[in-house]
Structure formats: structure tokens, C-alpha cells
């Protein structure tokens, strides 16, 4: 295959274009805060009150779907498919492991204010609303 020259005018033209192009994109937001909860997308770090928390990779997973939608209630199973993609299997692993992220996340895990159930429906990144829990 051969190329054809290209002018240096021509090339800083194309250059510059690119350049627009990428400025004018939108770019995600690097951060997610609940709280003193935050959760930085670029190092994907999980922090509360600013120390760097540690989390198995499951936990993770979960922690950080909630990030991506937060204020939105899901059941157990919903997070069973989205978050591991399992099809079947035993919805209690969500709670043993929502329990193990509230011990880590939360002040008081007892009365929790960041990973809040909804009562009868699921868990919601958030606070619950009122008459919800």
C-alpha cells in the first residue's frame, strides 16, 4: 500500500481538528460521592472521610453498580444478573454481601445510611425515602 504525502499545513489542519473534536467531547464524571462515601472512576479507589478502603473483587462489583445507579432500588435477583451475571443461584449471597460492604461503608452498619434497604423491594445507594425504611 502506498501513501500519498501529505502537506505539513494540511496535516497541523487535521491535527487541530482531532484536537476540537476531543475537547468537545463529553467526559464521565471521575468521581461519586454518597456522604463520605466517594468512589473515584478513574483508579476505580474507594475512599470514606478520605482513607482508602479494601473491598474482595465482589464486593467491588456491587459497590460500584450501585455508584452507577444511584437512588435506584433493586431486588436481589436483579443484582444476582447485573452486577456477577449469575441465572440462578441463592438470593441470600446478596444480603451476606450487602452486609459485609455496610460493615466497611457505614458509621452505624445497624442503622444504615449509605446502602439502605427499601423493605419489601431491595437495596438502593442512598438514603431511603421517607415511608420506605
Known sequence: MRYRPVQPHELVLRAQELLRRCADMPTAAPRFQVEDLAF???TRQITKAGKKL???SRERDLLEFFFANPGTTFRKNELMQKVWQWQVGDP?????????LRKK???DPGNPTI????WGTGYRLGPARAGQG
Open 40 to 42: 473515584d472512576t478513574t
Open 92 to 100: 441470600s449471597v446478596v444480603c451476606v454481601y450487602i452486609s459485609r
Open 54 to 56: 479494601r473491598f474482595t
Open 115 to 118: 446502602l439502605t434497604t427499601v
Open 105 to 107: 461503608i457505614e458509621t
